[in-house]
């Protein structure tokens, strides 16, 4: 009998159309493709990405002007917890020698960062360092909440974090103890040894009270008994109320002062009033979502924590790290308590490797060149210099019909043929500006882009695309992933938001902001400027506008400096941004100009009057404190002081698709899955949709990714963590 397989008509790709180019989008490519063993002929993807380069927040860029410097928009940090990612990063570049690049292992790309230094903001603006070093990766493996070696998922009762921070908290304090200085030596000598010794005998009693706390908690867990009217709870409530008290009783008159008790004593205070409000507000049983119509702090708060504790940086230092103030204003600090408290247990507990890791490079060059190489191999096709503008929805509103998309500019080999990396020292990096030579109209843009401003990335840029392109369903695509920032959706889906009622709801309640950030290249190291911590290269919780700061030496060997004329480290600061009054339309080109200036004012308030606390040796001389050493700053040109700080590289983070997602108190609940967008070919990704983390992170965008991936190719793909904290059975 004849075979006809062989003369079968062989199926068509689908076509999918990716909108945009960040961490999701790139994670849900990669992740399709890896559902269909890698065999590039059943999937027919094309990406769309404004501009010339990927990366969406992640964007970075090298300067081919100013020595090949990394350009970032602001500090990119990856948690050690960050376990989707590792996978996907292990994966990545084994697969990455089938391209022929062959860049440096990831291990080598990524640098452990175990500490970090939390600023302690006391009276009479008073700062204090405190060096932070989360240990759970020396807790025995079998005692560890961590996923294996071979990245396998997991999942824990929220009794089993309790219990692991219950054994940090203990073992912090003991380590506290053992370092407990004396108090200021403004107190008679005999009454300062009689107090250091009653402060070692009021923190052994709280040791011994916490590990009383500890066990009777563990016998909670061992029955699963965790109502608040049953006997054994209301005991461990009275037994932590007691402690709570005790503290209150014996620390509080040292708070300001003495810094071993102010610690010991918002550690102890913090964990407790925690697993007191789980247990009061039935927590154990309805889950940590039922928390989120407050806000962590007020939470914190409602159950009795100190001020002392809801200022200090263990708890200030979440909201820095996530930038969730509303309207990028510090006064008023807002994120869920479920979502926040989620996000501490699994950065916290579940992670074997450090607390954090720094890029060696940018981020791009480490993320998103593999991404590219890896993904043109495997048939991807790249349209970069295409702006979405508008999607419409078809007449029986349960498909996406048509997209409109501006051609920003006319490339002279053909839309997909553009080459966007650049070589330095070997490593394929993104520039900061398109390749002109490469654009038919690249003279024109560039002269404007130096005497206009113009930017292609920007929203208010003044420059016009030559031509404007529909893309059709059925024709061009049969199925849409939407993977630009939640930001931009009022400007580009206005008919969706329209014709659904979910839509107009996430609209509503996620909101967004503003950040910015400043890179420094200095002439000194950071400890020749009085970094005193050598073996710590980040601080967060400092002083407004730039609360955090990483020192990234190594950074300065990978860009393109002549060699007598070398940087000797590059800091890289961030913070949340002030938003605008009110946000201009598209097309009012001076906006981004104006709230450049905007934050340059402040960083110039930042380096004259606050700088010196973590760098004390940043001032000329003695006797004029209100001057910074501006010569301290790298410059290859002969400037002198302000002008040398326009050659470092400030942000303004301010468009509609970079904006940072915040996680306001009751937004979770209307954050829509990547399939449940209401329209029979859409699907959407980003750190904004509804993952297991709902928050503004890249380990919440890799898992948005993932859940893109699983919901188009049905393939049953692992997200790790994805039911990691699970709620107790109720009796």
Request: overall charge negative; some cysteine.
């Amino acid at each position: 009998m004849e075979n006809n397989s062989a003369t079968a008509t062989k199926p068509s790709a689908k076509k999918i159309a990716v909108l945009g180019g960040g961490p999701a989008a790139m994670a849900a490519v990669y992740y399709m493709l890896a559902a269909n063993n890698w065999d590039k002929s059943k999937l027919d993807i094309t990406v769309y990405q404004l501009g010339w380069r990927l990366g969406g927040k992640c964007a970075s860029g090298r300067n081919l002007k100013a020595h090949a410097r990394v350009e970032e928009h602001g500090i990119h940090f990856w948690f050690g917890a960050y376990h989707n990612s590792f996978r996907w990063i292990d994966d990545c570049y084994a697969r990455l020698q089938q391209t022929g690049y062959k860049p440096k292992p990831w291990h080598e790309a990524l640098i452990p960062c175990p500490s970090y230094i939390g600023y302690e903001n006391l009276q009479m603006n008073r700062w204090d360092a405190w060096k932070i070093s989360p240990h759970t990766w020396n807790i025995p493996p079998e005692k560890n909440l961590v996923p294996d070696s071979q990245h396998k998922d997991f999942t824990y009762y929220l009794a089993d974090y309790v219990i692991a921070a219950l054994k940090l908290i203990i073992q912090t304090v003991e380590e506290e103890k053992n370092n407990l200085v004396k108090i200021p030596k403004t107190v008679a000598q005999h009454l300062v040894e009689w107090l250091e010794e009653d402060h070692q005998n009021n923190t052994d009693k709280v040791v011994t009270r916490l590990k009383s706390v500890h066990d009777q908690f563990t016998r909670l867990a061992e029955i699963n008994t965790f109502q608040k009217n049953h006997p054994l709870v209301t005991g461990l409530l009275n037994e932590t109320e007691t402690l709570l008290s005790f503290i209150g009783d014996v620390f509080s008159s040292y708070l300001e002062e003495h810094q071993i008790l102010r610690r010991i004593f918002v550690i102890v205070d913090l964990g407790l009033t925690i697993l007191n409000g789980l247990l009061t507000d039935n927590v154990f049983h309805q889950g940590l979502d039922s928390l989120n119509e407050i806000d962590f702090i007020q939470w914190l708060r409602s159950h009795g924590a100190s001020e002392v504790t809801l200022s200090n940086t263990l708890v200030t230092s979440y909201y820095d790290g996530a930038f969730a103030y509303r309207d990028g204003d510090k006064r008023f600090p807002n994120s869920e308590a479920g979502t926040t408290l989620k996000g501490i247990l699994v950065a916290l507990l579940t992670n074997d490797k450090s607390m954090f890791f720094k890029f060696r490079g940018s981020m791009a060059e480490v993320v998103f060149t593999p991404y590219y190489l890896l993904l043109k191999e495997f048939g991807v096709k790249f349209k970069f210099f295409h702006k979405v503008k508008e999607l419409h929805v078809s007449a029986d509103k349960k498909r996406i019909d048509r997209i409109d998309i501006e051609k920003q500019v006319t490339l002279k080999s053909g839309d997909d043929k553009y080459d966007p990396l650049v070589d330095v020292k070997g490593i394929k990096c993104w520039p900061s500006e398109p390749k002109y030579d490469l654009i038919v109209e690249g003279e024109e843009l560039e002269k404007r882009s130096q005497a206009e401003n113009v930017n292609l990335e920007s929203f208010w840029t003044a420059w016009t695309g030559k031509e404007t392109v529909t893309l059709q369903d059925g024709k061009d695509f049969d199925e849409v992933i939407f993977g630009i920032s939640v930001g931009s959706i009022p400007y580009l889906c206005t008919e969706l938001i329209e014709a659904n009622e979910n839509w107009r709801r996430m609209v509503g309640a996620i909101e967004t902001v503003p950040t910015q950030s400043l890179q420094l290249w200095t002439n000194r190291s950071a400890s020749d400027l009085g970094w005193a911590f050598p073996d710590v290269s980040i601080y967060t919780t400092y002083h407004e506008p730039l609360s955090t700061c990483c020192m990234n030496p190594d950074l300065v060997a990978l860009e393109d400096w002549p060699v007598n004329n070398t940087p000797k480290s590059v800091l890289f600061f961030t913070g949340v941004f002030r938003d605008a009054a009110q946000v201009p339309p598209p097309g009012f080109s001076v906006f981004p100009q104006y709230m450049y200036y905007r934050v340059a004012g402040q960083f110039i308030e930042f380096l004259v009057k606050h700088i010196e606390v973590p760098f004390p040796r940043v001032k000329p001389s003695r006797g004029l404190s209100q001057w910074f050493n501006w010569f301290l700053l790298h410059d290859s040109r002969p400037q002198m002081g302000i002008n040398r700080l326009y050659s470092q590289y400030m942000r303004a983070n301010i468009d509609p698709s970079e904006r940072y997602v915040l996680s306001v108190t009751g937004s979770s609940k209307y954050r829509l899955k990547t399939d449940e967008t209401g329209f029979e070919n859409l699907y959407i990704t980003g750190d904004w949709i509804a993952t297991p983390l709902n928050s503004g992170c890249f380990e919440g965008a890799m898992m948005a990714g993932i859940a893109t991936a699983r919901a188009i190719t049905k393939v049953p793909l692992t997200i790790i963590g994805e039911y990691a904290v699970k709620t107790h059975e109720s009796e």
